[in-house]
C-alpha cells in the first residue's frame, strides 16, 4: 500500500521560506509523477508544482512561479518543496500526490493523481 507522509510545514513570517518533504512507501518511486496541491479553507484544491519520474522536468501555478522550487531524491523516495519570498495567501494545507508514470507531462488537476498524503498546515503571517 502506497503511503506518502509530508512534513516541514509550520508558522512563518511573510518573506520567510520553508521547506515542505513527502516521503514516499509501498511502491517503487522512481517511476512516479510527484506533485503539490494545496487547499486554503472555503476553497477548492489547487495545483502548486509537479515532477516527473527523474526530475529533468517540472511545472508550476503562476502563482508560485519563481518563488518555490520542486525537486526529488529517488534515492530518498522522497519529494521536496522548497517556498521562498512567502506570502499571506499561500497559507494553506499543502499535500503531495503521486500517479505511476514515466512520462513528462504536466499533470496539474487533482483527479489526475491516484495517491494522497494527509497534508500539512503552512501558515504565513503578514
Known amino acids: 500500500q502506497v503511503q506518502l507522509i509530508e512534513s516541514g510545514g509550520g508558522l512563518v513570517q511573510a518573506g520567510g521560506s520553508l521547506r515542505l518533504s513527502c516521503a514516499a512507501s509501498?511502491?517503487?518511486?522512481?517511476?512516479?509523477?510527484m506533485g503539490w496541491f494545496r487547499q486554503a479553507p472555503g476553497k477548492e484544491r489547487e495545483f502548486v508544482a509537479a515532477?516527473?519520474?527523474?526530475?529533468?522536468?517540472?511545472c508550476y501555478a503562476d502563482s508560485v512561479k519563481g518563488r518555490f522550487t520542486i525537486s526529488r531524491d529517488n534515492a530518498k523516495n522522497t519529494v521536496y518543496l522548497q517556498m521562498n519570498s512567502l506570502k499571506p495567501e499561500d497559507t494553506a494545507v499543502y499535500y503531495c500526490?503521486?500517479?505511476?508514470?514515466?512520462?513528462?507531462?504536466?499533470?496539474?488537476?487533482?483527479?489526475?493523481?491516484?495517491?494522497w498524503g494527509q497534508g500539512t498546515q503552512v501558515t504565513v503571517s503578514s
Open positions: 515532477i516527473n519520474w527523474n526530475g529533468g522536468n517540472s
Open positions: 500526490a503521486a500517479r505511476w508514470d514515466y512520462g513528462s507531462s504536466c499533470y496539474s488537476h487533482p483527479n489526475e493523481y491516484n495517491y
Open positions: 509501498g511502491r517503487t518511486f522512481y517511476g512516479s509523477i
